[in-house]
């Protein structure tokens, strides 16, 4: 079964520091999403990102974030200066067309640590 | 500002009772709504949508949908020990932004 597949499973970094989540989409997906779980938390949306744009953002993804496909199979999550509240679990997800983000395959997150 | 709200619980059912799960929404102008299952440490799963009034069986899992009263409710027949979850109830904002609740809390008890 296709799967979306997320490195690290697990970052620790001091805050301060830039991180990097990668994501692989599935092969065949075009539509691309970060979302992120604060412990105990919700899931909420940050960004969505299509033929190399963002398609849309929430007010959590500010300048601090940024979205990049530098390749043809990853999609990466970049913070620039960690800071503690930045502690979660972050999921990417892709789906095939454009408007069923329901239809999106989630990856199994990355959970970071800002220490 | 769109919410979706639900009781965090715990809930606890015995094994092989009926569980039932509720949810509203704010924004009277949704059209999609689903619920997912989240195993402690995992990945949101989509396990089930409904887009219309009434109610939506798959296997075990039946859907609720009534939009006049923005009311949404999830039912797992014959409760497993592997049911044990919390199930997350989610509103379509988008073409690519999906609002979620906070996540009922089940524990299926044997």
């Known amino acids: 079964e296709p799967e979306v597949t997320q490195t690290p499973s697990h970052q620790v970094t001091q805050m301060g520091q830039e991180v990097i989540l990668r994501c692989v989409p599935i092969?065949?997906?075009?539509?691309f999403y970060w979302y992120r779980q604060i412990l105990g938390q919700k899931v909420e949306f940050l960004v969505s990102f299509y033929n190399n744009e963002i398609s849309e953002k929430s007010e959590i993804f500010d300048d601090q974030f940024s979205v990049e496909r530098p390749d043809g199979s990853n999609f990466t999550l970049k913070i620039r200066s960690t800071k503690l509240e930045d502690s979660a679990m972050y999921f990417c997800?892709?789906?095939?067309?454009?408007?069923?983000?329901?239809?999106?395959?989630f990856g199994q997150g990355t959970r970071l640590t800002v220490v | 500002q769109k919410e979706v709200e639900q009781n965090s619980g715990p809930l606890s059912v015995p094994e092989g009772a009926i569980a039932s799960l509720n949810c509203t929404y704010s924004?009277?102008?949704?059209?999609?709504f689903f619920w997912y299952r989240q195993y402690s440490g995992k990945s949101p799963e989509l396990i089930m949508s409904i887009y219309s009034n009434g109610d939506k069986e798959d296997g075990r899992f039946t859907a609720q949908l009534n939009k006049a009263s923005q009311y949404v409710s999830l039912l797992i027949r014959d409760s497993q020990p592997s049911d044990s979850a919390t199930y997350l109830c989610a509103v379509k904002s988008s073409a690519s932004k999906i609002i979620f609740g906070s996540g009922t809390r089940l524990s299926i008890r044997p």
């Open positions: 997800a892709s789906s095939e067309q454009p408007d069923r983000v329901d239809e999106a395959f």
């Open positions: 092969s065949n997906h075009l539509y």
């Open positions: 924004d009277r102008g949704s059209q999609s």
